[in-house]
């Protein structure tokens, strides 16, 4: 894409209002709009990475079975009297509306209720089971605060998947295949190492639920770490008897703030019981159907990648979200061979890897400082410097690491190989 | 994709309190499910056509200079106060909620306001000029009536696209580009031949704007239409004054149900004027900016394209958005070489076109009767017949023409070609 098109423009101030470092960034460099707190638009280069998201979890939930839909934001009230969680008192995020025709209605905060309801009219036999569904959804939830930027807002879209088995044995397989599945999108998502499967509170059926947790510095939550055993807790449940259960002292335990990227749940028959969702086993029984649900926030993720990896001239995309692969910055020069030995390479690597191409009237020192702030990871910058040996500069935005190659090095795009 | 593995289930009987033809075909065969009136989520399959229909659209968005984004649900009150579009009294198909921290807030019907609100941020210069952005946004609006399926909804899926320009003449050219972009949407949505641009009524700036209607049968709308002139006026705006603009006479208009699948509009610089959104022109002057708004219902489309085709077995759907490009039949056979052949044709044809394998033990009539009601546009009968001479039938279903071809050629998947 030439960046002269692009209709977004980066600012050098910060906004005022905004308090997060996520979002101050998304703003300046032209990633996202704020409606309002907490609520915030995706431009074209947001809407890119939003996608680029979505498509490693797809991807991912795709490889264990799941199957994609997508509910409704609109919700009856009917439905979640069922499960007790329409009132105010019991669920203090909802917007509430009210229909014209009469009645109330609600706006999805979360979809337990409505997919458990839906595969009534799907789920007889154990025949019909397992079954795995998600969705990326737009959630809505009352927030009384908002301060987070897009790491917790009051509009936020949100990968929900849902497992349905006959049973504890079938659903701890598919929980398990879960947390591998979300631990290869931590790790595409450049976070991998830094991520934890940590022991928090449960519910109703469980002791523990399951959360991801990554560190970073800017974190909300606190967790106990020991890195070797891969022991994570999350400090709600850090007590003696968890200590015990899961074998360990205290004092091998390090305290970090971290961010939650992830969770998993299991529902056991609860909701099932509640919404009449059974099925029938090969005796003839009629048994309730049992659930998991598993949460990433699609949103939230992209705010904490900002804040993990940004550095004080702006944002550090990984590579497998960054909105283009490679940013070319085309110096200005009166030697019309610079502005077409750009455009070549453009027309090749973009068709490869996805290019911004900053082709704008504007100084060096300008360009550079928009591709910083931007945060595509490779900038490929094309100076008359290079005409004369048809060269070209690459350099790595994380470390600012420079290397000279030639064109037709340049628009194999494997630039990864350059730096490491 | 294995049929077996799909969650979802055809049903004989229509659902209760379903009165439209689209989804009452659209819930039968596995495509929505219906959460309230007017509210529909999207299974599986109705979640690939969605985003097949919105695959065309975007391309062709895009290939005008439209830049994709997306804006929020939530909208804020104070905004809609600055066009006097707030008050229920003026858009009745608000819905609205209280803010925890206080305050009315109001759900997306329409995305005019806030769009142009966003670019006061990106827009000075006149050489900042033109801007077209465009979204699929999921549009709430509480409509008093709900009875037309996906065609009118309380949500549903908009392409709505903005045109930012510096005057009349610049604006004048796009909205052409538009109409013939929207054209080519509807050829490749089969329907190109049965719509016409139809004269309606204007706005404040303009005495028409212009609508796309399709004939359809069960449509809610009339138009009176002249096919060789390609003329059509709907009837609101069907008078002698209209007559004579466009140099016609109602003798040789013939009167046609049409359902609308697109709209477009001519603001002039009203919404720029209500919303202090202006550039600079070349002389320095402060000038607003003229604006254009461009619709296309994806979901409405969807049911109309289901209407429009259906036959009293079930769906059609035409090529480009059908779930799947082929539906694999595998009739029941002793001779384990059938199903074998079948997993052959699939592994191949799967890769090039996506294919729906009905690998279900069920009785032959049972699968064509499913495969009917689900619309893919070629069947693909495999059978002990075909064994010793490797071929297999291919089904048109909107014809019922059958073909007997050889494996080699099947996997080709030239389909349209062996029924022309």
Redesign the interface.
Do not use: C, W
């Given at each position: 894409m030439f960046q002269s098109?692009?209709?977004?423009?980066t600012r050098k101030e910060s906004p005022k209002d905004e308090v997060s470092k996520n979002a101050d960034l998304l703003i300046r460099a032209g990633y996202i709009?704020k409606?309002?707190?907490g609520?915030?638009?995706?431009?074209?280069l947001?809407?890119k990475v939003?996608e680029k998201v979505k498509a490693i979890v797809r991807e991912e939930m795709n490889a264990i079975?799941g199957?994609?839909?997508?509910?409704?934001?609109?919700?009856?009230k009917e439905l979640w009297e069922q499960t007790n969680r329409w009132g105010d008192d019991v669920v203090?995020?909802w917007?509430?509306?009210e229909?014209?025709?009469g009645g109330e209605?609600g706006?999805g905060w979360s979809h337990e209720e409505?997919i458990a309801n839906?595969?009534k009219?799907?789920v007889s036999s154990f025949r019909?089971l397992p079954?795995f569904?998600y969705q990326f959804q737009?959630k809505?939830r009352?927030?009384?605060r908002a301060k987070s930027g897009v790491m917790r807002g009051?509009?936020f879209v949100m990968k929900d998947m849902y497992s349905f088995c006959i049973g504890e044995a079938d659903h701890t397989k598919f929980y398990n295949e879960t947390i591998e599945a979300y631990m290869r999108v931590y790790k595409r998502l450049g976070i991998g190492d830094d991520t934890f499967v940590t022991f928090a509170s449960g519910g109703a059926f469980t002791q523990f639920s399951h959360e991801f947790q990554t560190i970073v510095p800017t974190g909300e939550d606190k967790i106990y770490l020991n890195r070797e055993k891969k022991i994570a807790i999350n400090e709600e449940v850090l007590n003696e008897e968890t200590l015990q259960k899961l074998g360990i002292t205290r004092e091998e335990l390090e305290e970090v703030k971290t961010a939650e990227v992830g969770n998993i749940f299991n529902f056991g028959t609860q909701k099932s019981l509640d919404l009449d969702l059974y099925f029938t086993n090969e005796s003839g029984e009629k048994i309730p159907v049992w659930m998991g649900s598993y949460g990433i926030g699609i949103t939230r993720i992209i705010g904490l990648l900002v804040e993990k990896f940004a550095d004080e001239k702006g944002i550090i995309w990984p590579r497998e979200v960054a909105p283009f692969g490679a940013h070319i910055i085309l110096i200005p020069s009166k030697d019309e061979k610079t502005s077409l030995r750009a455009h070549e390479v453009y027309k090749t690597l973009n068709a490869r890897t996805g290019v911004l191409f900053d082709d704008r009237d504007l100084r060096a020192g300008e360009k550079f400082a928009d591709a910083d702030l931007m945060g595509i990871p490779y900038h490929i910058i094309v100076s008359e410097r290079g005409n004369a040996e048809r060269t070209v500069e690459v350099k790595e935005r994380k470390t600012g690491k420079v290397v000279v190659i030639s064109e037709e090095k340049v628009v194999q795009g494997n630039f990864e190989a350059l730096f490491t």
């Open positions: 098109h692009l209709f977004t423009k709009h409606e309002m707190a609520v915030y638009a995706y431009l074209p947001g809407l939003l079975g199957q994609e839909l997508i509910m409704t934001s609109l919700q009856r203090d995020v917007f509430k509306s229909l014209k025709v209605v706006f409505p839906m595969m009219s799907y019909d079954i569904v737009t809505l009352n927030e009384l009051r509009e």
